[in-house]
Structure formats: C-alpha cells, structure tokens
C-alpha cells in the first residue's frame, strides 16, 4: 500500500496548542489516500470533554501545595537551608502561582470557545511560557550550590536576570499564538506556518528548556565531583519540573517532524500521535501540582 497522506486537512496538533483551548484547523475527522478505510482523528472531542476537569482538578491542588508552601516560607523561614533555599523555592512558588492561575482561563476557553480577542490569546501564552522558562531557570541555576544561599545584591541582580530573560524568551510563544475561528473561535499555539522563523525560534527555545538544559546540567553534573557531591535531596525534587516536562520536548521534535512532513504519518500516527502527545502535555502541567508537595515533603523529611 501507498504510505498515507492528508488530503482534507491537518489534525495533528502540537500539544501546547491543545492547552490553549488548541484545536483542530478544520475537522475532526480526515480521510487519507489509503487503500483501506480512511483514518478518523477523534482526538478533539475527546479533549474538549477532558481537558477542562483535568485543569481544573490541577488548579485546585496546585492553589492548595503553593498556598501551603508560601505558608511554610512564611511561618518558618529559617528552617529553609541549602539546597531548599528559602529565596529558590519563595522564586518557584511565584512561578508555579502563575502557571496555575492561568488554567481556569485556558479551561473556560476550551469547553465554551474563546471569546477573549486576540490579543488575550497572546498575552495569555506568553504568562504560560513566562512562568516555565522562569522555573526552568531557576530549577537549573539551583545545581551550583552558591546561587541562591542568601539574599543578597548579587542573589537580587541575579533573579532581575532570571525573571527578566525568561520574558524575553517567552515573547516568541505570543508572536505565534493567535485565534482562529473554526466550529468555533479558539485560541491555538501555532496561528503561523510550521516553518516560519518565528515558530522554529519558539520550538528551538522550548527544546533548549526542556531537553537540551537538563541533558547539559545532567552530563556536567555527572563529570564534575564538585557538582555531584550537591545533589542532596531537595535538588533532586526541584528536578521534577525537567521530569515531567522532557516526554513533552520529544514530542514536540515529533510533532514538527511530522508537521513539516520530513516523517510521512501512517494511519495509526494520525490517528494516535495527538493522544501521546496530549498525555505528555498533561503530565507536565502536573507540575504546578506535584512540584510543590514535593518540596514540602522534602523539608519535612
């Protein structure tokens, strides 16, 4: 049989379109040239009846571990010591609170459509992608054992440089966010072609978070002693952040590869690559749940 491909439409989504309220250009269901039946992707659907409780059950347990976090900052700061510094993990609640108090947004916008305009869209995409490149920043710098001991001008000047690089490194996810208006208006990740400059950059930058960072910081923590006599267990649970989110920079290699037809789809990967990448997606934004209880559990243990 001749290898398939898409002759109605593109149904294969990056998964940061899906979080977005992403959806589908056209339909949801494609015939491909092939010699049996044609392929069915039904993965909008069953994301649309999914996505929304599974943000909100994530947004209620991250408001509950962030709150009890900053709590805990609050009530006992001196019990904070290295490597759970209490200016690390104050920076990594800040950003995980704004992780989460963007989700109650994204569901309303994917089970009733997106009616916020344009330029909401945007904003919107660049908090989300604002909040992770700060936390991988953060999560990354924490490996050298000096940064965030103490609050002090340097430590100040250092975290401006964070928070401040990590909005310029955002911008490109809201140069390439936008609305389209398909059964109905949605706010989707990608409104410009696979290959535009602007795209790859926010694709290059996304793979250099969460896949090309943790391999560096892993290789060089593995080759210097100095490094690896630090890896005491609250840098192993600031880690998560990369743990859950390096599935979702495979993915997205795949994604573009598929997109920019450099892979050719069989029937199954059309019909399944949505759901895999769907399921990586989820699993980072888990995150702004599970990243917070586990460092809690760790100054408790």
């Known amino acids: 049989s001749q290898t398939p491909s898409i002759v109605e439409s593109k149904d294969s989504l990056d998964l940061l379109e899906i979080l977005g309220n992403l959806s589908y250009e056209d339909s949801n269901i494609t015939s491909l040239d092939y010699d049996a039946a044609p392929c069915h992707n039904q993965y909008c659907p069953f994301f649309q009846r999914v996505a929304p409780a599974f943000l909100a059950i994530t947004c209620a ?32 609640a800040v950003g995980t609170g704004l992780f989460t108090a963007l989700l109650p947004l994204v569901a309303v916008g994917i089970r009733q459509g997106w009616r916020l305009g344009t330029e909401l869209c945007k904003l919107t995409h660049l ?16 490996s050298c054992r000096t940064t965030w001991c103490r609050w002090d001008p340097q430590s100040r000047r250092l975290a401006v440089a964070v928070w401040a690089g990590a909005l310029l490194l955002a911008t490109p996810a809201a140069v390439t966010s936008g609305t389209v208006a398909a059964p109905e208006t949605s706010c989707i990740h990608r409104s ?4 535009s400059p602007a795209y790859l950059l926010h694709l290059a930058l996304c793979l250099c978070l969460f896949l090309l960072l943790p391999a560096v910081l892993l290789v060089a923590t593995l080759a210097m002693p100095q490094l690896r006599a630090g890896w005491e267990p609250g840098i192993c649970v600031s880690w998560l952040f990369f743990g859950l989110w390096v599935p979702y920079g495979v ?40 990243g917070p209880a586990a460092l809690l559990a760790a100054r408790i243990c």
């Not at 410009?192 to 290959?195: A, C, E, R």
């Open 251 to 290: 993915g997205l290699v795949v994604d573009f590869l598929l997109q920019a037809q450099l892979l050719q789809p069989t029937c199954g990967t059309f019909e399944h690559f949505d759901y895999v990448l769907g399921l990586c997606e989820g699993l980072g934004v888990l995150h702004c749940c599970l």
């Open 61 to 92: 347990a991250a408001t509950l571990g962030t709150g009890a976090l900053l709590v805990a900052l609050a009530k006992r700061p001196h019990a904070w010591g290295w490597p759970q510094s209490r200016v690390l993990v104050a920076q990594l």
């Open 127 to 142: 908090l989300w992608h604002w909040s992770l490149f700060t936390q991988g920043l953060l999560v990354g710098s924490s």
């Open 192 to 195: 410009v072609g696979i290959l």
